[in-house]
């Protein structure tokens, strides 16, 4: 259910801390990993909370989006804890990235920020610039249709290309690669964003990340 940008995993004879090819570090899924209606009540649930007390612009630095981080959303944060992350998206990681991890079956996995973002042509935050996340992996999920807006898309640098997934597919990639959030000009997008790290190896994770500052 998965394809790779662009190619197959790497080889597992090669260096893991060498400079890698891209192929393997980025990796689409061929269908959805959430329902249309999980997708939809992810953004009920930020919209009735931005209603309240607004989104928040500030809370990543030099590159800041409009979001609301999950702990705030307790029914997301219940449903990405119980059901989605050990059930659906920490085996796609363990699976596409297998030859990066210390162990085979992806426990070693932990997300420390996960969040939804708006992108709204409209007024609000249209991209943003390209940048490296401070994890090793990152994903985001589409959680709205693609017809909803023009343009948009995670871009990466190294290959010069935005890719646009359909609602409920999942973008993985390796957070230190250079990346951004594609502009878009009409419409409004929804992703939910997550950044994992691998717990209780520090040293290799950082390693690791720092491999791909190439891409």
Known sequence: IFVSHDGAKPSPEASIFATRP??????????????????????AEAE??????????TRHGNFPTTDLPLK??????AFLNEHALPK?????LA??????????DGRCLRVVDAFVVKYDAAGGQ???????????????IALNERCEYEGGGTWFAGIDRAFAIEK???????????????????G????????????????????????????
């Not at 659906?88 to 796609?92: A, E, G, K, Q, S």
């Not at 699976?95 to 085979?104: E, S, V």
């Not at 249209?126 to 985001?140: A, T």
Request: with cysteine.
């Open 22 to 43: 891209v192929e393997g570090l980025i990796h689409e899924t061929r269908v959805p990993l959430l329902s249309a209606s999980e997708c939809d009540a992810i953004v």
């Open 48 to 57: 009735e909370l931005a209603a309240a007390r607004g989104w928040t612009t």
């Open 72 to 77: 705030e959303l307790p029914k997301t944060l």
């Open 88 to 92: 659906r998206i920490y085996p796609m």
């Open 95 to 104: 699976d596409r990235f297998a030859g990066l991890l210390p162990d085979a």
């Open 126 to 140: 249209k991209e943003l610039k390209p940048h490296r996340d401070g994890s090793v992996f990152s994903f985001n």
């Open 168 to 186: 409920g597919h999942v973008l993985a990639h390796m957070s230190g690669m250079l990346h951004g959030g594609h502009p878009i000009t009409s």
């Open 188 to 215: 409004t997008r929804y992703i939910l964003v997550s950044f994992v790290v691998i717990q209780g190896y520090q040293n290799y994770a950082m390693r690791l990340m720092k491999s791909v500052w190439d891409h």
